[in-house]
């Protein structure tokens, strides 16, 4: 059957369209800065909120209509799954994502799981050979049920980290099966409420144990995926382990891991933890540890995840400015971890997000284009640190400079003279750049 009668595929149509089911910026086939959009950008529907969310929120029932929900267990996984490759057909979108808890209901035993998940993903297999749509990334669900309430590779409860360890070698075992090309590991649960209460020291070894057994049995698999974490500072714990870019780079660091992981960063973790998204971006790309992103935004006047479909044509600008910068994500993707807002409840709302988010990637990947062709921002700064360039700078910089040698330059007493920092001008000058 259709779930999504009325609506067929949408195409682009170019900014003068006034068709909402159509592209006014996102042209699969148009070629920037040498590559097709569709080859920058490889976007992916999120599994978990365009099919098994429901609108629900701490005040009030779920209000999406879903054609699917009146089936229920393996019938409702199966129903979802083929409304799900409808969908992917008809947006054109190239990868998906999930969780393993997303695609089959959970048994009353492991083996009972397990049996679920091996259906769904048989037939998963098959729409996948027919569409031609491939798997970004899949990951467990390791925080939803009540036996991870004290997390679950930092549990205090070796029972379930046993537990954690069968749910991830299944995760494993079905992203090699579905060819995915990345893995990730969210910690929804790897954190604390109190130290009063908690080993810190090994919740840290026990989730990097737990990580290395990862990368150990992908090995021994065959499985070739990139492994990626994505930070989150807070929710549902107070403090989580991957509080950002910078802490979780440390992470890997210390524990020898750094070797096998890049980073997943999400738009609205960003601002949960202070920082813009280009911020962690940048921080990672510096590192050699961007990986993938999870596109979406938060609502700054709200102090919570509230996971937005981005629109925000300055942020995908920046975004994409960093990524082309990355020589783009490799592996990784464009992942719509976004839902639809509770009030925006109709099917088709699902396609107008999609195109909304779609189109500001999009527009965002020509703007930062032109600038990085233009070299506007790399100019301003370089002539900013010309100082660094030539003489005691550049004994600095070269290692040259010593205190004592940093003290002989400044006993000359020579006039300092600091220089403005354009900050205004260059917002403008950006400014021109989106207004095109």
């Given at each position: 059957m259709a779930y999504f009668d009325g609506v067929g595929k949408i195409e682009f149509e170019g900014k003068g369209s006034r068709n909402p089911l159509a592209f006014k910026q996102y042209n699969p086939k148009e070629v920037v800065a040498g590559k097709t959009m569709e080859e920058h950008l490889r976007f992916a529907v999120a599994y978990w909120h365009t099919y098994t969310g429901t609108g629900a929120d701490p005040f009030g029932v779920g209000t999406a209509v879903r054609g699917w929900d009146r089936y229920s267990g393996l019938d409702l996984a199966k129903a979802r799954l083929e409304a799900h490759f409808e969908f992917m057909e008809k947006i054109g979108i190239p990868f998906f994502c999930f969780h393993d808890r997303d695609i089959a209901p959970e048994g009353d035993t492991l083996q009972e799981t397990n049996r679920n998940l091996d259906a769904i993903v048989e037939r998963m297999q098959q729409y996948m050979k027919s569409s031609g749509v491939k798997l970004l990334w899949n990951t467990c669900n390791l925080f939803t049920h009540p036996r991870f309430v004290h997390g679950a590779a930092t549990t205090c409860n070796a029972d379930v980290y046993a537990y954690v360890g069968a749910q991830l070698k299944k995760s494993l075992e079905i992203g090699k099966e579905l060819g995915a090309e990345n893995y990730v590991f969210w910690g929804g649960r790897e954190g604390y409420e109190t130290l009063l209460n908690t080993d810190l020291k090994l919740e840290l070894d026990n989730l990097a144990r737990l990580?290395?057994?990862?990368?150990?049995?992908?090995?021994?698999?065959?499985?070739?995926?990139?492994?990626?974490?994505?930070?989150?500072?807070?929710?549902?714990?107070?403090?989580?382990?991957?509080?950002?870019?910078?802490?979780?780079?440390?992470?890997?660091?210390?524990?020898?891991?750094?070797?096998?992981?890049?980073?997943?960063?999400?738009?609205?973790?960003?601002?949960?933890?202070?920082?813009?998204?280009?911020?962690?971006?940048?921080?990672?790309?510096?590192?050699?540890?961007?990986?993938?992103?999870?596109?979406?935004?938060?609502?700054?006047?709200?102090?919570?995840?509230?996971?937005?479909?981005?629109?925000?044509?300055?942020?995908?600008?920046?975004?994409?400015?960093?990524?082309?910068?990355?020589?783009?994500?490799?592996?990784?993707?464009?992942?719509?971890?976004?839902?639809?807002?509770?009030?925006?409840?109709?099917?088709?709302?699902?396609?107008?997000?999609?195109?909304?988010?779609?189109?500001?990637?999009?527009?965002?990947?020509?703007?930062?284009?032109?600038?990085?062709?233009?070299?506007?921002?790399?100019?301003?700064?370089?002539?900013?640190?010309?100082?660094?360039?030539?003489?005691?700078?550049?004994?600095?910089?070269?290692?040259?400079?010593?205190?004592?040698?940093?003290?002989?330059?400044?006993?000359?007493?020579?006039?300092?003279?600091?220089?403005?920092?354009?900050?205004?001008?260059?917002?403008?000058?950006?400014?021109?750049?989106?207004?095109?």
């Open positions: 990580f290395h057994m990862a990368v150990d049995y992908a090995k021994e698999i065959g499985f070739n995926a990139q492994f990626l974490i994505e930070p989150k500072p807070k929710e549902p714990t107070k403090h989580q382990y991957d509080f950002d870019a910078a802490t979780t780079i440390a992470f890997l660091q210390s524990y020898g891991l750094k070797d096998h992981f890049k980073l997943n960063l999400e738009a609205n973790h960003a601002t949960l933890a202070g920082h813009t998204f280009e911020h962690e971006l940048r921080v990672a790309r510096l590192h050699g540890m961007l990986g993938s992103l999870d596109a979406n935004q938060g609502d700054l006047l709200l102090g919570w995840d509230t996971d937005e479909f981005p629109t925000d044509l300055y942020a995908t600008t920046l975004t994409m400015y960093e990524v082309l910068q990355n020589g783009g994500l490799g592996r990784g993707g464009v992942n719509f971890d976004a839902k639809v807002r509770r009030a925006s409840f109709e099917p088709v709302d699902l396609f107008y997000a999609h195109i909304a988010g779609m189109d500001a990637y999009a527009k965002g990947l020509k703007v930062a284009a032109k600038l990085l062709e233009d070299r506007v921002f790399e100019d301003a700064i370089a002539n900013r640190y010309r100082s660094f360039r030539e003489g005691i700078g550049a004994d600095i910089v070269s290692g040259k400079a010593s205190l004592r040698s940093l003290e002989q330059y400044a006993l000359q007493n020579k006039p300092i003279v600091n220089e403005s920092g354009r900050q205004e001008l260059l917002k403008a000058t950006l400014n021109e750049y989106l207004f095109g």
